[in-house]
């Protein structure tokens, strides 16, 4: 397709990628903006008798592009301003197509403001969206499947803007966990879906950037045969020379034994996103968090010596605001993540998200405090109490949280965690990734 007579009526797909100006989060620092891979698959489903452009409000705001279809997506936390963009395409009466997270999980809601939505995965649903507006009959609502990952068209690089420090890419999908905060699982389903080692391969072989992240929610999945495929991009890469350096997200399993670090920090691994989420079992217990609760709180530090031996920075991530926490645990939860083996020191709010059982749940109860949804929606951006816990009032979380940041952001503490990162993996880029991630954390958190 898109040769000859097509070529001088090409259509214009725009693509947009928006950020709430109020609510920037991570996105304020260079250095933690990372580019919008779903939209670069979506440009790569499109067929070439289009021209596709994207427009990255983690650069520049929105202004407008003439279009003859408008593809957009969304976190929660940004879907009005996704509505506020997909409203001045539709007074030109261009169809505006929304997908992404927030469209899959709130569908009525954004098909009060667009045109149509794709819920799930794009990737078998996408050529049918752009069929159907050639015939001129768009659908209302298409449904992706959780298909097999090989196969996987590459996402257009070429869109994304050039100041982004790091490409994304992604080996695997779905989880087969359930924790109570996550929407994964509603998204991207039970099963672990992982793309062949040679094509995730062959795909970082294309890619400019030397710093990469892996978007995947656990990066070596839940079993043997995922373990052996991870093991076998990490191989491929130092096979391939690849000399990249890279962060990736997993779960406790990562550190299970010496092999897997070891590989990862060989292939360029720096620094692992651990979802740890508290130090005390009654929490973990209460969002359901299987895989930490089965290997025990204890097992936390001789996790971080492991990843540590193989000169790889940990980033550990915690929620603040469970039903059991109070404010003497959420201070020694602080106090655990600036004196235990954690490098990078991440820590949210417990937020309800739609799709998951614990916004159901605080529905139900009454417990939300903001509720006048789209707009409040703009709240739940992980930086914000939304919700009544049982055993703190959201004021004193706030000040909780305000306090851990002043406390673990302080400048000697950064400082002493860089240096304690160097001398534990004897690796200045993962000491530099340590110093680096927790000024981000540092910015958003606003500790003075
Ligand atoms: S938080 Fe992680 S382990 Fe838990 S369901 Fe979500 S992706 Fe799976």
């Known amino acids: 397709m898109g040769s000859g007579g097509f070529s001088e009526m090409k259509r214009k797909l725009v693509l947009i990628n928006p950020v709430n100006p109020a609510r920037t989060g991570l996105t304020v620092n260079k250095s933690s903006r990372f580019p919008p891979i779903g939209l670069g698959i979506v440009a790569a489903l499109t067929p070439d008798h289009w021209d596709v452009a994207l ?40 169809p505006v197509v929304m997908g992404g997270i927030h469209a899959s999980m709130c569908t009525e809601e954004a098909l009060r403001f667009v045109d149509a939505v794709v819920v799930g995965e794009a990737e078998t649903a996408w050529p049918q969206v752009v069929a159907d507006v050639e015939a001129g009959g768009l659908q209302r609502v298409y449904r992706g499947e959780w298909a097999d990952l090989a196969g996987l068209p590459q996402p257009r690089r070429d869109l994304f803007h050039p100041g982004y420090m790091f490409a994304s890419v992604q080996t ?25 080692p040679e ?25 043997r045969e995922s373990r052996e495929q991870a093991l076998a991009i990490f191989r491929g890469m130092v096979e391939r020379k690849l000399d990249k350096w ?25 620094m692992v996103f651990l979802g740890l989420e508290a130090e005390e079992v009654d929490a973990l217990a209460e969002v359901n968090k299987r895989l930490n609760l089965r290997r025990g709180v204890e097992s936390y530090e001789e996790a971080f010596r492991c990843v540590h031996r193989a000169g790889i920075a940990v980033l550990g991530a915690f929620i603040f605001g469970m039903d059991g926490d109070t404010p003497e645990k959420l201070h020694h939860r602080a106090e655990y993540m600036v ?29 939300l405090l903001y509720t006048d949804f789209p707009q409040d929606w703009e709240r739940y951006d992980m ?38 990162t160097l001398w534990e993996t004897r690796n200045p880029m993962a000491a530099m990734f340590t110093w680096q991630s927790n000024v981000n954390y540092r910015n958003v958190s606003g500790a003075k």
């Open 383 to 420: 930086g914000e109490a939304v919700h009544r816990p049982r055993g703190i009032t959201p004021e004193a979380l706030a000040q909780v949280m305000e306090e851990s940041s002043r406390r673990m952001y302080a400048w000697p503490v950064l400082a002493r965690k860089a240096l304690r």
């Open 246 to 270: 890279w962060f990736c997200q997993a779960s406790l399993n990562f550190a299970d034994d010496d092999e897997v670090p070891h590989w990862a920090a060989r292939a360029g691994c720096r």
């Open 339 to 367: 004196h235990s083996g954690v490098d990078v020191m991440q820590k949210t709010f417990l937020t309800p998200l739609p799709g998951t059982r614990l916004f159901s749940q605080l529905r139900e109860e009454g417990r």
């Open 55 to 94: 427009l990255d409000e983690n650069w520049e705001p929105f202004v407008y592009q003439g279009a003859d279809l408008v593809g957009i997506t969304a976190f929660t936390a940004s879907a009005n301003r996704a509505y506020e963009i997909a409203a001045a395409y539709r007074e030109q009466d261009v």
């Open 199 to 223: 094509e995730v391969l062959d795909e970082l072989q294309t890619i400019p950037q030397k710093m990469l992240f892996f978007v995947d929610d656990n990066i070596i999945g839940y079993g």
């Open 172 to 196: 695997s999908r779905g989880c087969p966990m359930d924790c109570e905060f996550c929407s994964v699982t509603a998204f991207n389903g039970r099963r672990y879906r992982r793309r062949p």
